[in-house]
């Protein structure tokens, strides 16, 4: 028996106008239902475990709206950049500097080849200043297109850190980051505290039919050179329901083995935006959310991950992303530091930027460079670990922690217009706004976008 969980507003993915939607429960799981009066009714799986949704949303609190922000013009979401009725500020923002790249993969978010777009060192700083002043000191994410076929991209991050900011990811195929180790230490010296790296598969097959070829080898490579010159990775799957899913468990041991240099896995179940394999059925039902993924953690870890070990969001929607920590253990077990407690009452005017952007410095880098000298798993020749002073334990936990997290972007078939105002990712445009990366990236089934730079 269907059951409405709670009302709110969605767009139509045939011509993106806005139109009523609700989300229901129905069968132990929940959907999107809205209708537009001229393309029909749409049902949309959201998430596979209605009763961890119902406990995730308890927990969610609305920020405050960005009230000295210009009033809205047209209405939510085709008047964004920030407006008053947006609840917090920016968390992290991506800044597109080029949308030239060297793939053209069957799946990617922006799909930038269809537009010519690559800001100047001028527009770039503009758009450092757009950041600054909607987030402070919030993570910097360069991207594109491919942000390392510009041969500037360390004056580029030069420029950011004189700027203020303390955090600045690249986010990056890993193509050239693989070729040339001297690249990737001038990229470390000129700024970059982490490499965001396309990391879907351990398996070629899985490359060729979502980025076009084999890329294994280059993957690989990437993380080795990282190491080698000592810049922190965070391996980012994007997950496809029946080719890679399985796949979840296998990632997060690479991850393991290859701690202190990867400090995490990021995990993106793919939203249908940009490009992608366009199957009408497949997106309205057979679509992997958090709730699966989090099931396939479980199920893969052989216990070692639990479903309480993973904190959802803490700022309306609670659906929208979820992180866990773990600590390695020098017998290779990986032991949770998060728990998922549910209370009814979350506390109020939670300044959620400032504590994502805490999160993010302090474990999505690597902390001390000397970490790579020494083993995960330093034992006694009877197999136990040899016994630590506090300090080295101290000091192994500062490194040997891995954060293991998840976002579910929103496409024109299952965008909620109330969780898009509290988003707190933003793509910074040359111009001068900061749009929800979900919003900006939206496009209809036609392939028509809300926004874009130009």
Known sequence: MKKIINETQSLCPECLKKIPARHIEDDGKVFLEKECPEHGTYQVLVWSNAEQYQAWMEQSVHAQPCST????TKECPFDCGLCSTHEGKTCTAVLEITYRCNMECAVCFADTKKERYEPGLKEIKKMYETAYQNGGDCSIQLSGGEPTVRNDLPEILRMGKQMG???????????????????????????????????????????????????????????SNCEQAGIGVILVPVLVKGLNEQEAGDLIAYAKNHMPIVKGVHFQPISYFGRYPNDHGRLLWDRMNLSDFIECLVSQTNGQMKEKDFVPRKRYDSHCAFSALYYLEENGQLKPVTEFVQTKQVPEGIDFARKANAFTNKHWRLQDPDALQTTNGSS??????????????????????????????????????????????????????????????LTSLEGRRLYKNE
């Open 69 to 72: 922000y210009p009033k809205l």
């Open 165 to 223: 900011f303390s955090h600045i990811q690249v986010n990056t195929n890993g193509i050239r980051i693989a070729e040339d180790i001297a690249y990737v230490q001038e990229l470390k010296e000129a700024g970059a505290d982490l490499i965001y790296l396309q990391f879907d598969s351990l398996r070629d097959d899985v490359y060729k039919k979502i980025r076009g070829k084999s890329m294994l080898d280059i993957k690989l490579q990437a993380v």
């Open 380 to 441: 006694t020749a009877a197999g136990q670990p040899a016994k630590k002073s506090m300090k080295e334990f101290i000091k192994r936990l500062k490194n040997y922690t891995l954060s293991v997290s998840g976002m579910g972007f929103q496409d024109a078939y299952n965008i909620d217009i109330g969780r898009l105002r509290g988003c707190c990712v933003h793509v910074i445009t040359y111009d001068g706004k900061a749009v929800p990366l979900c919003a900006f990236h």
